[in-house]
């Protein structure tokens, strides 16, 4: 199986509400993979304790992480889902893969730079090494492809530079991955600040819709997201608030630029800001709904987990053999 099929690994935090960025820039492309690929989707919960978590909310976010992608359309039997620290084999080749990734590599990437400047009393080692975990996971399944927003690019090619320099010392070990990012929804911006990225810690509410708000909060939030001074709705420079909308609107309606221009011609902002809340609130209806039924089915989730992990620990065991042997640890 794993030499036929290609393979796709992801991963998605579980430190916070998700927000539609995480559902437009990542999962919704998720399940584009199940039939043809191998699909590894992964809850990354050991990367969520690189900043501090409240355990009993960790672990609840843990279960609305594996239930929202099921419901965001990732079946259990054609996907693996599985919980990160269920498969030790993560750690245990974060360690090994700390010990191949440069100091300043680390020190360049920019989610460390904006986290430890977002949480300066506690830069812990693990913020700092949260990148060779992420190649670990990666590369612990010999992933072809890695399905993430633009924010996980610097990520993907460290974990590029981390293999190759591997395979250069023991011959080949490990597949080289891809980022796949498509470029329309790659980066989903904030409503309240539309020229920083819409992110799941943002403090400020009505700057981020959630997968699970209900129709009024998404339409309330979007009829004050931040725009500009111009009336007319197209995609052009200065224009970062319309061009937010249009990529939230083109993602749930498959629109282009010119159909939706087309559309609001004519029209205000404020029409189009409701079509906007609309298409989403009801693009996300189903997921919401399936989410409801999914969360109150503990057991059902525990036993994916379950199952998940057991098939993840097969594969990944057989990258953890050659690396072992690779490297000169006695079996
Ligand atoms: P995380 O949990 O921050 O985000 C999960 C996914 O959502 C994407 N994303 C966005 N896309 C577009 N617009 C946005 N505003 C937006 N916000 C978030 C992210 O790019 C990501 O794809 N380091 C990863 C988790 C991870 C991982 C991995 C991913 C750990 N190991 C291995 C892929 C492969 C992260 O922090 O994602």
Redesign the pocket.
Known sequence: MLQDKKIV????????N??????????KNFSRFSEEYETFY?V?DM??ITVRQVPAELRRRTYETLALYMACGLDAKKNTLFV?SHVPYHAELGWILDCYTMFGELSRMT?FKDKSAKHADNINAGLFT??S???A??LLYQ?DV????????Q??EL?RDIATRFNQVYGDTFTIPEGF?PTD??????LAEPTA????SDPNPNAIVYILDNKDDIIRKFRRAVTDSDTRVCYGEGKDGINNLMNIYHAFTGKSNEEIEREFDGKGYGDFKLAVGEACADGLAPVRAEFDRLIAAKAYLESVMKEGSEKAMYYARKTMSKVRRKIGFVN
């Not at 929804?185 to 904030?190: A, E, H, P, Q």
């Open positions: 690994f992801s991963g998605v935090q579980p430190s916070g998700l927000t539609i960025g995480n559902y437009i820039g990542a999962i992964c990354v990367h969520a990160q989610q949260y990148p975990l992420m190649a996971d990666i992933t890695v399905p993430v927003g633009i924010d996980q690019k990520h993907i974990t990012i929804t790659m980066k989903i911006m904030s990225k819409m992110s799941k």
